[in-house]
């Protein structure tokens, strides 16, 4: 988040963003394959998560959230990045499509997966759960809403629980594209 925001170096933080930038580097988003780079090689925050350190207090909550919706999921590993790059191909959010990209090979989606989702279509997909999941989200993105339907076909496939964690997921990556098209100036 560089266009907008000034880098933040970590030499100057404060100590409670210092904390904020420990939780983003030192957490589940370090421990798991590095798919893409959290820092640049000055080690200030990529992406959504420079903008973090502006609130500490904020900062710290979205960030948690983040790794919550990540980490602490029923979701699959690759139904969780089918919705994402639904969010990111939505929002047109080129860091977020990139980086969940790279994600989502990891986690096994293939390049004609990858291009659907960047055209903001479904790719066929054999997987009820994953389907379902990338149909809420899309019907999330598109009306902000699931009829009778979708709310008994999403329950019915990845549980209240799933479809509690698959909204907020949604949220939460509707948040950093918001964040990413204001402090950097991406979007159209």
């Known amino acids: 988040m560089n266009a907008r925001l000034a880098a933040l170096s970590?030499?100057?933080l404060n100590p409670e963003q210092h904390a904020v930038y420990r939780a983003i580097t030192g957490g589940p988003r370090a421990d798991g394959p590095q798919t893409f780079p959290l820092t640049d090689e000055e080690g200030t925050l990529r992406g959504p998560f420079n903008a973090m350190l502006l609130s500490p207090p904020v900062g710290h909550a979205v960030q948690a959230l983040g790794a919550a919706v990540r980490y602490g999921t029923v979701?699959?590993?690759r139904a969780r990045e089918l919705a994402i790059l639904a969010v990111a191909a939505h929002w047109n959010s080129a860091f977020e499509r990139?980086?969940?990209e790279a994600v989502g090979r990891a986690a096994g989606l293939t390049e004609p997966e990858l291009k659907a989702l960047r055209e903001g279509t479904?790719?066929?997909?054999d997987d009820l759960a994953?389907?379902?999941v990338?149909?809420?989200?899309?019907?999330?993105l598109r009306r902000g809403t699931l009829g009778d339907d979708e709310y008994a076909d999403a329950v019915s496939a990845v549980?209240?629980?799933?479809?509690?964690?698959?909204t907020t997921l949604v949220g939460y990556?509707?948040?950093?594209?918001?964040?990413?098209r204001v402090f950097t100036g991406e979007g159209p």
Do not use: K, N, V, W
């Not at 479904?122 to 997909?125: F, N, S």
């Not at 509707?174 to 964040?179: D, E, P, R, S, V």
């Open 159 to 166: 549980g209240e629980r799933g479809l509690f964690e698959l």
């Open 173 to 180: 990556y509707g948040i950093l594209a918001l964040q990413l």
């Open 75 to 77: 979701l699959t590993d």
């Open 122 to 125: 479904a790719p066929p997909l």
């Open 130 to 132: 994953e389907r379902a």
């Open 10 to 12: 970590p030499a100057d």
């Open 134 to 140: 990338l149909q809420t989200a899309f019907s999330l």
């Open 98 to 100: 990139e980086s969940h």
